[in-house]
């Protein structure tokens, strides 16, 4: 009997150590939130203010780690997040490449659709914009200056979602960029100095020289408030009606407890008056679309860049 006491005593306590661990609450370790860019941009300014919410809501460490991935695409940073245990402690602030068309590129890791979303909470104040002093005014003047004249198109890499728009708002006006790279940086200096004609790059990057520039468009769902003036790339061409978000994505295995505790978080970071001066202080639209809304933004991108791609070949 003392030894079917002890046994039972023993598996008891196994037991409930096994109970205890499978009902550990997360976050219970540090988070980690992949910026597949540089420090210092839109992107990066407002995960790290969810980075900070996230750290003082839960009291674990959380933080950014930025993983650039180059002109070519965001994609060392999203291979990082494909590739972690799936389980919440690693999350991936994206731009649409990585899961509109990260897995048609032929990066193995990213063959399958592995991501999903968390939340969407910022647009790009992109723009397509050129010197106060360019014989043009309008897409529309732009394009029939450049059915005669060559103009070099400046942009951050061809696979990026605005350069895509760019070049098809081209082929469906009937011209054709004299020729385009991809720059590092695109503001003020880069139309001063003649690099290009035309750039496809952030409001915020040309505030400085705002009032010597001319927005001749903006790609975005909406207009900007700082060039109310400057209409959309939707308004123009409506096959073209897209815009660069960037939104939390993880693991399409992640717990959905996971999921819920980083959009709590999210969403209230993105609606709070810091990161609101942000948006008014950019340009940039910032917001918070739930996962359902954001698959549904994500099924019609795919839409839009399978028409763009069709164009483009």
Known sequence: MKTTQILGGALALAMTAMGGAALAEYPEKPVSFVVPWPPGDLEDVLTRMIAEDFQAEYGVAAAVVNKPGGGGGPFPGAIGVATAPADGYTIGSFVPAVPVIGHEIGIDELADEVFEPIGIFLTYPFVIATAGDAPYSSMAELAEYAKSNDVALGHFGDVLTPT?????????????????AAFDALDCNTLASGDADVINTTLQLILPCLDSVKVLTSITGERISL???????????????????????????????ARDKIAAVAAKTVMSDRAQAVAKET????????????ADIIAKDKATVAHIGKLLE
């Open 164 to 180: 895509q728009v760019t070049k098809a708002f081209a082929v469906n006006a009937g011209f054709e960029w004299g020729s385009d």
């Open 227 to 257: 060039v109310p003036d400057a209409p959309t790339i939707g308004e123009l061409d409506s096959t073209l009606d897209i815009a660069l978000w960037n939104g939390l994505f993880v693991h399409k295995d992640t717990p959905q407890d």
């Open 283 to 294: 340009g940039a639209l910032v917001y918070w679309a739930d996962a359902a809304a954001s």
